[in-house]
Each structure stands twice: as C-alpha cells, then as structure tokens.
C-alpha cells in the first residue's frame, strides 16, 4: 500500500505551459517536503512545508499544504526545459516509530520541450 | 558548507559478496538516514541513525545493516548480495525531523 499517491506519474509538455502535480494521503503529516532530482543524482530538497493551508511559493514554483495536511500540490508556472526531472514528494509523521523516516512518493516524472 | 558525501559513486559486485558504503552529513548534522531507491519501489527507508544509536529501521531483511560514528559518518553494510540488491542507495542528513538533505547516492550493481 502507498501511503503516499503521486500523480501524475509522467508529464510531457511544452516550454511555456503551466502543469500541477499531485500529492495525496489518507494519513496525516507533521511536514511534507518536494524534491527534484535529475538521473543518477540524489533528490535535492525544493521546500518544507508544515502548517496546513500553508502556501510557499520558489519562484516560478508554488507549493500548497492541504487544510488537514494529507495533501500537497506543486504548481509549476511558464514551464521551462530546465524543470524537467523527477519531482517527488516527502512525508514526515509525528510517532517515536517515524522518527527519522520520510515517506516518498513514487514520483512525477516532468518533461519540457522547448 | 559542505553537502552529503557519499562514496564510492559506483560499485559493481557479484552476488553472494558483500559491500559497505559510506556516508558523510553535513556537518553539525547528527541524524543519518539511508534510502533504497529502484524503479519499480521508489525510495524506500532502510534505517536512520542518531548519535551513534539506530532510532528507526525499515522493512529490510537483516542482511541490511548500518552503523554510525562519534563523527556522525556513518557506513552501511549489505552481505550476501543478491541481484535484486541492485539499486540506487541515498543517504541523507538532517538537524531537524522536517528536512533531509540527500547525497549523490552509490549506484550498486550486482552481478
């Protein structure tokens, strides 16, 4: 069972369009974290967010929480070739058994073409 | 600052060896985890050391092992490979519980 449902799983478009990556549970977190990471790399940390209906925004990136922070979105604005990798999503959970431990997504694999 | 080291960046083994990959935190990072990434299970946690203590451990076989060091470095340990050991492994360092910064990652191939 995923804990953590990403979708969608691949995204092919153009330079210039807009696109919104899913991230969902029916569980609660403490913090979930976004990570790009290109091939044979390790994923780089992107942004944290920890309140629920907090909304952080990287430039031309937005990341939302949801309300009952089960949920989070990232909102990519005038995609550029340069976005393009594995974007994934990261789930920490409250608990002594969660301690050091993020639960990742299966990832949104995003390509722009110029 | 420096970033997480991972070394080496590649191996090859043959199955039925074993293989001992280290990592290097941030500095002043004491929290040290270790992920499994491969295509058809993501990543997964293996485990998370903190002051030379295992805090949390994944659902690996005890094949799997780890350790960490009074410098907060850590190694982890896979004996008797198996083809199916081939992956991506990550390790990871945090000061707090909300963010963890990644290495490059030893890719391992088994053979």
């Known amino acids: 069972t995923q804990l953590l449902e990403q979708s969608p799983q691949f995204l092919s478009i153009q330079e210039g369009e807009n696109l919104t990556v899913y991230c969902n549970s029916s569980?609660?977190?403490?913090?979930l974290q976004w990570y790009r990471q290109e091939p044979g790399e390790g994923p780089v940390l992107l942004v944290t967010v920890v309140t629920g209906g907090e909304v952080k925004k990287l430039k031309r990136l937005t990341f939302q929480f949801g309300d009952a922070r089960k949920d989070s979105s990232l909102h990519i604005t005038a995609a550029q070739p340069g976005d393009t990798g594995l974007y994934l999503c990261a789930g920490a959970q409250a608990g002594s058994s969660n301690t050091g431990k993020l639960i990742f997504g299966q990832g949104t694999t995003l390509q722009v073409k110029p | 600052k420096a970033g997480v080291t991972q070394t080496p960046r590649y191996l090859i083994k043959t199955r039925g060896q074993q293989v001992t990959l280290s990592c290097s935190p941030i500095s002043g990072h004491r929290s040290v985890s270790w992920y499994q990434q491969t295509p058809g299970q993501g990543l997964q946690f293996l485990f998370e050391y903190f002051s030379e203590t295992q805090r949390n451990k994944g659902n690996f076989p005890g094949r799997f092992s780890g350790r960490q060091f009074s410098n907060s470095r850590s190694e982890m340990n896979v004996s008797t490979l198996e083809l199916g050991d081939s992956a991506l492994y990550l390790c990871?360092?945090?000061?707090?519980?909300?963010?963890?910064?990644f290495g490059q990652g030893t890719r391992l191939t088994v053979v």
């Open positions: 990871a360092s945090s000061l707090t519980h909300n963010e963890a910064f």
């Open positions: 569980s609660v977190f403490s913090s």
